[in-house]
Nanobody, 134 residues
Framework: EVQLQASGGGLVQAGGSLRLSCVAS????????IGWFRQAPGKEREGVSC????????YYRESVKGRFTISKDIPKNTVYLQMNSLKPEDTAVYYC???????????????????????????WGQGTLVTVSS
């Protein structure tokens, strides 16, 4: 059974940092893409960042570039999202998602890197709430 467990959210002041973790189990970690998405109250879910295993690609939403860093620890089956210089507009529920068999995905085959759109992802974890106070 594929499972994703996201954690690390919390309340932080603007300018602060948090590190989110996504622990994966039940699938082959060697051929995957892991994405982080977020959904703010009253808004649609949006892609924040992703990392692909087969091509080492990464993606960052424009508004988080230079502030967020995605990384992976394969032995621990964990992907991290380090979030620095947090802003109130980063407040949202953050979700991690997995795309299996990444090397067969159309984004990979088209050299587009890991996808930032949620419909490409097969498995989802529960969310973790990040609240940034001003």
């Amino acid at each position: 059974e594929v499972q994703l467990q996201a954690s690390g959210g919390g309340l932080v002041q603007a300018g602060g940092s948090l590190r989110l973790s996504c622990v994966a189990s039940g699938f082959t970690f060697e051929d995957y893409a892991i994405g982080w998405f977020r959904q703010a109250p009253g808004k649609e879910r949006e892609g924040v960042s992703c990392v692909g295993s087969s091509d080492g690609s990464t993606y960052y939403r424009e508004s988080v570039k230079g502030r967020f860093t995605i990384s992976k620890d394969i032995p621990k089956n964990t992907v991290y999202l380090q979030m620095n210089s947090l802003k109130p507009e980063d407040t949202a529920v953050y979700y991690c998602a997995a795309l299996g068999d990444y090397s067969t995905n159309s984004y990979y085959k088209s050299n587009l890197g890991c996808p930032s759109v949620e419909y490409e992802y097969d498995y989802w974890g529960q969310g973790t709430l990040v609240t940034v106070s001003s």
